[in-house]
């Protein structure tokens, strides 16, 4: 007879149901620090860890989609996608 594994939240430490399992980056964990401790990146759609979100109030990125994609407002610090950037010897009209 076959024992099944043991699963423990890898942050929590609490048991856990194969139902209630998640896995991200080879770790273990229960649904409820699942979705604290990781995010979805809101231009790739890829799980990122929470703690490396690069991003504010309003958008969380990951850090390929950031360099790629957006940059921060000098005047105001908002980050802003790089098709929205106004430079100062710009020569476009808006």
């Known amino acids: 007879m076959k024992t099944k594994?043991?699963?423990?939240?890898?942050?929590?430490?609490?048991?856990l149901t194969e139902e209630n399992a998640k896995e991200?980056?080879?770790?273990?964990?229960?649904?409820?620090c699942f979705n604290?401790?990781?995010?979805?990146?809101?231009?790739?759609?890829?799980r990122i860890w929470s703690k490396d979100v690069q991003g504010d109030d309003?958008?969380?990125?990951?850090?390929?989609c950031?360099?790629?994609?957006?940059t921060n407002c000098e005047g105001c610090n908002r980050?802003?996608?790089?098709?929205d950037a106004c430079y100062e010897n710009d020569d476009s009209e808006y």
Do not use: P, Q, V
Request: net charge negative; aromatic share 8%.
């Open 66 to 70: 950031y360099d790629n994609y957006y």
């Open 58 to 64: 309003n958008i969380s990125l990951c850090n390929r």
């Open 79 to 83: 980050i802003i996608h790089n098709d």
């Open 36 to 46: 604290t401790n990781t995010i979805m990146c809101d231009c790739c759609g890829n």
């Open 5 to 15: 594994e043991k699963l423990i939240c890898s942050s929590c430490g609490r048991a």
């Open 24 to 32: 991200f980056d080879g770790l273990i964990m229960c649904k409820s």
